[in-house]
C-alpha cells in the first residue's frame, strides 16, 4: 500500500537533520562555524531586501542554515554498490564521475544527489562520496594487507541492510521503518575512536597515503565534514580566525562576481583528534586527522561552452600563481583570479545569450494574459517581459576544486602525481549503475521548463538558438 510510504525527500530531510545534530556534537568547531555563518547570512539578508525578497518567495528563507552536503571515502567496492542502495531510499542518485588520483589523492568519486527539480527544492543535500584506490598504492604487501583489513569490517547495521531491502521490496518506507532507517544509517557515519589497526600499520598506511590510513584504520566511513550555505563566502572566510577557527588559504572555485557561476568553497583545517589504536599489550594512544568544516555559496551551472572557459581561465590562473601551503601568495592568486574571469560575462542575460549558462524558464502572468496575441519567436517574449528566465543552480562538485579541499587537509607535502588513467568503468561496475551525467540533466531541466513556458503561453515549435 504505497499511500502508507513517506516521501523520500522526507527521509532525506530527516537523515541531514540527523547528521548535522551529530556532527555539531562530534566536532564542536564546526558548532562555531555554523553560528558564524549564521550571523553573516542575518547581516546579509539585512542588508539586501531584494535577496531577502527573492529568498522568501522560493521558500528558501526558513532553510538557509541548513546544511547542503557532506563527503565520505569507501574502502571496497561491495561498499560503493551498498552506499547506493542507502541513498536510493532517501530519493539520490549518483550524479558525475571525478577522478582525484590527477591531484594526487588516490580516489574516485560521485556525488550522490536528488536529480528531480521539486526534490532539490525540499531538499538539495548531497554527499560528495569517494572510493579508495588500493591498486594505486606501489608496495604489493601494503595493498594486500589493506585489503584484507577492508574485506573483514561491516560499515552498515544489519538492521540498515534490512531496511534497504524493505525499500527495494515494497517500493517505499513507512514514517516508523523510514526514523528507524535514519538512525541505523547514521551508525555507518559515526565517528570511531578507536582504530581497527595497531599503531604500527596505521603508521605505514599513513605513509603511503594519509588518506589511505583515514580510509583503513576505521570501523566506518566516518562523516569527514559538512557544509553549510553562506550568502557571503568572503565575509565568512574573513571572520573565521576572529572565533580561533583557521580556514584554508584561498577559497576554491570562480571569483566573486554580480552573477554567480557553479560553486565556490572553503573549508577550516582538519582538526588532530585522539584515537585508541589496537595492540597485543593493550591499547596506544595517538591521533588522527580527518574531519573539518566547509561552507559554499552556489551560482548559476554552465553549459559546456561555459565551463570549457571557467576551466581554461581557472587553469591560466592556476598556472600563474601557485599558492603555498602557508597561504603564500594567496592574495596573488585572488586578484589574478578576478582579473582573468573578466573574459566570462557577468550579466544573466549575457550568460543566457551566449549560451554560457543554463536557465529556468517560465511564462509571465503578463504573458499568460496577452495569449493569442504574442510573438512566437523566445527572444521577442523575453525582451516584451513575456517570458522570463532564473538561473538553475549549479548541484555538483568541482574535481580542482574537491582536490584543492582534500589538499588542504592533507598538506601540500603529499603532492605526488599518480600516473594513471581515470577509471570511470571500475567505479560504475562496483557501484552497480551508470553515474549520470550532470550536464544532460542540466540540459533536460532547461529545455522542459521552455516547453512548459510555451505551451503556458499557447505557443509551442520555436526553441531558442541559444538552447539548442
Ligand atoms: C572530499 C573533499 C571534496 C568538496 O566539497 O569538493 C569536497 C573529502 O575530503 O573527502 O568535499
Ligand atoms: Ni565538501
Redesign the pocket.
Known amino acids: 500500500m504505497s499511500g502508507a510510504f513517506v516521501s523520500t525527500d522526507r527521509i532525506r530531510s530527516l537523515f541531514t537533520e540527523a547528521m548535522s545534530q551529530m556532527y555539531r556534537t562530534e566536532v564542536p568547531q564546526y558548532g562555531t562555524l555554523i553560528e558564524l555563518v549564521g550571523e553573516v547570512n542575518a547581516e546579509v539578508l539585512a542588508k539586501d531586501q531584494e535577496l531577502s525578497e527573492r529568498l522568501r518567495r522560493a521558500g528558501e528563507l526558513e532553510r538557509i542554515d541548513v546544511e547542503r552536503?557532506g563527503?565520505?571515502?569507501l574502502g571496497t567496492a561491495e561498499e560503493l554498490y551498498t552506499i547506493r542502495r542507502l541513498f536510493a531510499v532517501m530519493g539520490m542518485r549518483s550524479v558525475g564521475y571525478y577522478d582525484l588520483s590527477v591531484a594526487g589523492v588516490p580516489v574516485h568519486?560521485t556525488c550522490f544527489r536528488p536529480i528531480e527539480e521539486a526534490a532539490l527544492k525540499v531538499n538539495p543535500f548531497r554527499v560528495?562520496t569517494?572510493l579508495l584506490r588500493l591498486e594505486l598504492i606501489e608496495d604489493v604487501e601494503l595493498r594486500a594487507e589493506a585489503a584484507d583489513i577492508l574485506a573483514r569490517r561491516r560499515i552498515y547495521t544489519p538492521r540498515a541492510i534490512e531496511l534497504i531491502e524493505q525499500h527495494e521490496n515494497a517500493g517505499g518506507l513507512t514514517e516508523a521503518e523510514a526514523t528507524e532507517f535514519v538512525a541505523e544509517a547514521l551508525e555507518t557515519f559515526r565517528w570511531h575512536g578507536e582504530a581497527t589497526v595497531s599503531a604500527e600499520t596505521y603508521k605505514r598506511l599513513h605513509d603511503a597515503h594519509r588518506l589511505i590510513a583515514d580510509v583503513v584504520s576505521f570501523k566506518g566511513p566516518h562523516i569527514?565534514?559538512l557544509?553549510p550555505r553562506t550568502l557571503d563566502i568572503d565575509e565568512v572566510q574573513r571572520r573565521m580566525p576572529e572565533r580561533g577557527i583557521t580556514p584554508k588559504a584561498v577559497i576554491e572555485g570562480p571569483p566573486r562576481r554580480n552573477c554567480d557561476i557553479l560553486l565556490r568553497?572553503t573549508s577550516f583545517k582538519a582538526l588532530e583528534e585522539p584515537i585508541a589504536f589496537t595492540g597485543a599489550g593493550g591499547t596506544a594512544s595517538g591521533t588522527h586527522t580527518a574531519r573539518f568544516g566547509?561552507i559554499?555559496q552556489r551560482g548559476v551551472a554552465l553549459t559546456v561552452k561555459g565551463r570549457t572557459l571557467y576551466d581554461q581561465l581557472l587553469a591560466s590562473v592556476r598556472g600563474e600563481v601557485q599558492v603555498g601551503a602557508s597561504g603564500a601568495k594567496a592574495g596573488d592568486y585572488g586578484a589574478e583570479l578576478a582579473e582573468r574571469f573578466k573574459a566570462l560575462p557577468d550579466s544573466w542575460d549575457e550568460l543566457r545569450r551566449e549560451g554560457l549558462a543554463f536557465f529556468h524558464y517560465s511564462a509571465t502572468p503578463e504573458g499568460i494574459a496577452a495569449k493569442g496575441r504574442l510573438p512566437s519567436d523566445p527572444e521577442a517574449l523575453i525582451a516584451k517581459g513575456y517570458l522570463r528566465f532564473d538561473p538553475v543552480i549549479y548541484e555538483d562538485?568541482?574535481p580542482v576544486?574537491?582536490a584543492g579541499?582534500?589538499q588542504s587537509?592533507l598538506g601540500t607535502d603529499q603532492q605526488q602525481n599518480y600516473a594513471t588513467r581515470s577509471n570511470r568503468d571500475a567505479f560504475e561496475e562496483a557501484l552497480g549503475a551508470d553515474v549520470q551525467d550532470e550536464l544532460a540533466l542540466y540540459a533536460e531541466r532547461q529545455a522542459a521548463s521552455l516547453d512548459m513556458a510555451m505551451e503556458e503561453l499557447g505557443l509551442s515549435g520555436p526553441k531558442l538558438k541559444t538552447v539548442a
Open positions: 552536503h563527503a565520505i571515502r568519486s560528495f569517494s569527514n565534514h557544509t568553497q566547509e559554499e562538485f568541482l576544486s574537491a579541499i582534500f587537509n
